[in-house]
């Protein structure tokens, strides 16, 4: 069965620090990859996905992912983090060509220290 | 720009009691879906729609029903609420299936 892992429940940084969060996937065959940020008490966003090509995606809000076959992972990065970046992320993987079999990780809670 | 709307935000039942949760999206698209967020789990698919009268379920449909109204409207009824259904439950839709891109703000649910 698929299943998204995302190692870090909570992560935290300084404004204007480098950041990157973890996404491992176990699928047959290539999924589709998706990132997406959750604010406080909002619905969730989406910010990059990945469905073939190039492996490196860029997304919004300066967002950009990785997606490495061999590592089975999709890590979320972004060079400089800001304050309003503190939020809920969530990796998802989802079976190409199909509407139900759509994965989300637990997340993993970033905090950002002025 | 209203997008993915659902109502009602915020509600608390008791067991036993039945309610329907309602979503309505302005974007023309034709994949909705219904998930239920729970602390250190993730969202969990709950129902999905590919189009106008067809749903088909997903990783924890038990407890649910949906109706697949007209292509804007996807609502979730809950005929006995029970404590484990306390959650917060999210509408999404999509242009199609696949995942789902654009999400509501969420009803938080509480079952006594």
């Known amino acids: 069965a698929q299943s998204v892992t995302q190692p870090d429940i909570h992560i935290t940084v300084s404004e204007g620090a480098s950041l990157e969060l973890r996404c491992n996937y176990s699928y047959g065959a290539t999924p589709y990859l998706f990132w997406y940020v959750q604010s406080p008490g909002q619905g969730l966003q989406l910010l990059l996905k990945y469905f073939s090509g190039d492996t490196l995606v860029q997304g919004i809000k300066g967002f950009e992912a990785e997606f490495k076959r061999s590592q089975s992972s999709f890590n979320l990065r972004k060079p400089s983090v800001h304050w309003s970046d503190a939020a809920e992320y969530f990796c998802a993987v989802g079976v190409p060509n199909t509407g139900n079999q759509f994965y989300f990780g637990t997340g993993t809670s970033l905090t950002v220290i002025p | 720009n209203a997008g993915v709307t659902q109502t009602p935000k915020f509600q608390v039942l008791k067991t036993g009691q039945s309610m329907t949760l309602q979503c309505a999206q302005d974007m023309n698209h034709n994949s909705m879906y219904w998930y239920r967020q729970d602390p250190g789990m993730g969202l969990r698919l709950i129902y999905y729609s590919a189009s106008e009268g067809t749903t088909d379920k997903g990783e924890v449909p038990n407890g649910y029903n949906v109706s697949r109204l007209n292509k804007r409207e996807f609502s979730l009824r809950l005929e006995s609420a029970a404590p484990s259904q306390t959650s917060v439950y999210f509408c999404?839709?999509?242009?199609?299936?696949?995942?789902?891109?654009?999400f509501g703000d969420g009803t938080r649910l509480s079952i006594l």
């Open positions: 999404a839709s999509s242009e199609r299936g696949t995942q789902p891109q654009h």
